[in-house]
């Protein structure tokens, strides 16, 4: 505790552990994706965090999530896709959300990389489907 802060605990504060870096799974996204974890949502109050790199036409697979999700775009051009048609294009600085339930896919556009942030609240399961067809991710970009 602090004198100049008594109600506060020495040990308010932690050091959370960043899991390591990964390949995003077959599975889970087409073409090749990397995955920072920031945190894993541990707790009440909280979120999963992780910055995701997608290569040119790297995707992931149809999903939802049950507390919804925001995407923050640090670097380069992609989409994100909804199961009704409609295509948000995203660059640098864009923040996109999808409400909770909501089947969706995001990625980078064919001629670029793409960084984003992915933020839901903790304690929400993510529902994976099938993999978004190329037929898919040429027709959902050119009906935007």
């Known amino acids: 505790m602090s004198a100049e802060h008594p109600a506060e ?29 920031i945190t894993t949502g541990a707790g009440p109050g909280t ?3 992780a910055t ?10 149809w999903h939802c999530h049950a507390n919804g999700q925001t995407l923050h775009v640090t670097d380069g051009h992609g989409f994100v896709g909804s199961r009704d048609g409609r295509v948000i294009e ?7 959300y999808t409400p909770p339930g909501v ?5 980078a556009a064919p001629d670029s990389f ?8 903790a304690g929400g399961d993510v529902e994976w489907g099938d993999h978004v067809t190329d037929e898919e991710y040429e027709k959902d970009r050119s009906t935007r």
């Open 90 to 96: 995203m660059r640098a600085g864009d923040t996109v």
């Open 103 to 107: 089947w969706h896919w995001h990625g």
């Open 9 to 37: 605990a020495a040990d308010s504060m932690i050091l959370l552990p960043a899991p390591p870096t990964a390949k995003g799974p077959a599975e889970r996204f087409t073409g090749d994706v990397w995955v920072d974890g």
């Open 114 to 121: 793409m960084t984003h942030l992915a933020l839901s609240l």
């Open 47 to 49: 979120a999963t965090a």
């Open 52 to 61: 995701v790199r997608f290569t040119p036409c790297a995707r992931t697979a």
